[in-house]
């Protein structure tokens, strides 16, 4: 493969990236005119960005299966193409369920694709060109939720928010074109194993545990069925890392966590996460609703 061909791929990949992961961020600063729309409450609201960041982070555990399983030309066009389908579901969406159900299919491609592009940077660079690529995508995964608030509020000052996935649906759409042409395949082709029981306990446990937390803030108390819910979610994902630790086709590697030099600047950097993410939601909310202020200097 020529340097031309290699670059090419990347640049696709890592278009194709920022384009998903701003995705992650731009309703957060359209969450109140869905509201209006959907006649929905903020504590409903908030799940288009909440299952957003769910579905997505777990995706990333099901990438290596992925990788190793499909063909990468197959991948990215499937990817490109499940993500064109779900902008133009969220696009023509009649209820506030239906726009959820796109906004899933949006972060399961987003959640695929940034280990994907990692992986793909490990097979067809060099050892000496890595750093500098690996910064590139480090750099896309920063800004593109940093972008998403800034670019929703330009287009809702003078548009709807359906106008973002008809932007995103036509992007996708070209990007889908270009993938068929410019992706080669580089994947290893090894089987690999997934373990849906793991995945089913992960799925099932921060699912539970999210629904919970919505319902107490939603009804402003905790009752026997949020308790029970919050109870069972905690108790499924002690199974789910129980398994992990005992089954040789593991979905997720806990026992790096025995490292402190690891372990550490994962919690300091989980903290920050949930602090930025936290914020990002509820601070457009705070601005359009209680301040009056328009969607473009919410951005």
């Not at 699912?207 to 009752?223: F, N, T």
């Not at 593991?250 to 994962?266: A, C, E, I, S």
Request: hydrophobic fraction near 55%.
């Amino acid at each position: 493969m020529s340097d031309f061909q290699k670059n090419s791929m990347m640049g696709l990949f890592l278009t194709s990236l920022l384009i998903a992961l701003i995705t992650e961020t731009f309703l957060n600063n359209a969450l109140f005119a869905v509201m209006q729309t959907f006649d929905v409450s903020a504590s409903v609201v908030h799940w288009l960005s909440s299952l957003y960041i769910l579905v997505l982070g777990l995706m990333i555990p099901t990438s290596a299966f992925i990788f190793y399983n499909f063909s990468t030309r197959v991948i990215y066009v499937a990817m490109m193409g499940l993500f064109a389908i779900g902008s133009l579901i969220c696009l023509v969406s009649p209820n506030f369920y239906i726009l959820l159900l796109g906004r899933v299919l949006q972060a399961v491609v987003a959640g695929t694709l940034m280990p994907l592009v990692q992986n793909v940077v490990l097979v067809i660079y060099e050892k000496s060109r890595r750093p500098f690529i690996f910064g590139l995508v480090g750099m896309i995964i920063a800004i593109g939720p940093a972008i998403g608030p800034v670019l929703s509020g330009f287009v809702l000052h003078y548009t709807s928010f359906r106008s973002l996935f008809l932007i995103v649906f036509i992007l996708s759409l070209v990007l889908f074109s270009l993938g068929l042409k410019l992706i080669f395949d580089i994947s290893p082709h090894e089987e690999r194993k997934l373990d849906f029981q793991s995945l089913a306990y992960s799925t099932l446990g921060f699912g539970l545990l999210l629904s919970s937390l919505s319902l107490m803030g939603e009804h402003h108390q905790v009752d026997m069925m949020t308790l029970s819910m919050l109870v069972l979610g905690i108790v499924i994902l002690g199974v789910f890392c129980l398994r992990q630790l005992t089954i040789r086709n593991y979905l997720m590697n806990l026992r790096v966590l025995k490292d402190r030099t690891f372990t550490l600047p994962m919690l300091l950097a989980s903290i920050c996460n949930f602090s930025l993410l936290g914020v990002e939601l509820v601070i457009p909310l705070y601005l359009q609703q209680m301040n009056n202020l328009d969607a473009l200097t919410t951005g």
